[in-house]
T-cell receptor
Framework: NAGVIQTPRHKVTGKGQEATLWCEPISGHSAVFWYRQTIVQGLEFLTYFRNQAPIDDSGMPKERFSAQMPNQSHSTLKIQSTQPQDSAVYLC??????????????FGPGTRLLVL | QQQVRQSSQSLTVWEGETAILNCSYENSAFDYFPWYQQFPGEGPALLIAIRSVSDKKEDGRFTIFFNKREKNLSLHIKDSQPGDSATYFCAASPNTNKVVFGTGTRLQVLP
């Protein structure tokens, strides 16, 4: 059991470039979550999929950020025209999707994004 | 606004002492409170959790004390070890899968 896999672990982009972050959830898990972690803001919820369908994207910045889950084995978070303030650790988590709020989320190691 | 607040950004204790990490929340709809532990370079991992119908949850050296009326809770780590040095996140959830995290308390246990 490899756990949640995130690639790349580190990414450096120039201002204005696009960044795509990948997440492979634990096999059999039906819920996938994306978070952003910074020293100042802590852990911020971005978006959430269940059975590949987007359920809640209330934390996503409306411009430049998008997330997809084209199949049950991976999800992507895309940031267009990256800005220095996008620099953060982006965490993906998956859960079994058993229902209710006691569905434990298992986190990946994160992708550290640095926008110069 | 910060819906889940952790009163200390950092806490230092000596090995063998009890570390107490405090947390408070605003939303009365929250009824499930997990604590996550995060080591540098890793994602957070669930440590222990409590539902609002309980006032105490114990798992080994880790205990959550919960006060629904005051909307606060605390994580007690008995007999703290240097290996417990990590960042601890208090979190809260209404009856959905969405979890709101506090900003974390960095615990350092000195040998």
């Amino acid at each position: 059991n490899a756990g949640v896999i995130q690639t790349p672990r580190h990414k450096v982009t120039g201002k204005g470039q696009e960044a795509t972050l990948w997440c492979e959830p634990i096999s059999g898990h039906s819920a996938v979550f994306w978070y952003r972690q910074t020293i100042v803001q802590g852990l911020e919820f971005l978006t959430y999929f269940r059975n590949q369908a987007p359920i809640d994207d209330s934390g996503m910045p409306k411009e430049r950020f998008s997330a997809q889950m084209p199949n049950q084995s991976h999800s992507t978070l895309k940031i267009q025209s990256t800005q220095p303030q996008d620099s953060a650790v982006y965490l993906c988590a998956s859960s079994p999707g058993l229902g209710g709020n006691q569905d434990t989320q298992y986190f990946g190691p994160g992708t550290r994004l640095l926008v110069l | 606004q910060q819906q889940v607040r952790q009163s200390s950004q950092s806490l230092t204790v000596w090995e063998g002492e009890t570390a107490i990490l405090n947390c408070s929340y605003e939303n009365s709809a929250f009824d499930y409170f997990p604590w996550y532990q995060q080591f540098p370079g890793e994602g957070p991992a669930l440590l222990i959790a409590i539902r609002s119908v309980s006032d105490k949850k114990e798992d080994g050296r880790f205990t959550i004390f919960f006060n629904k009326r005051e909307k606060n809770l605390s994580l007690h780590i008995k007999d703290s070890q240097p290996g417990d040095s990590a960042t601890y996140f208090c979190a809260a959830s209404p009856n959905t899968n969405k979890v709101v995290f506090g900003t974390g308390t960095r615990l350092q246990v000195l040998p």
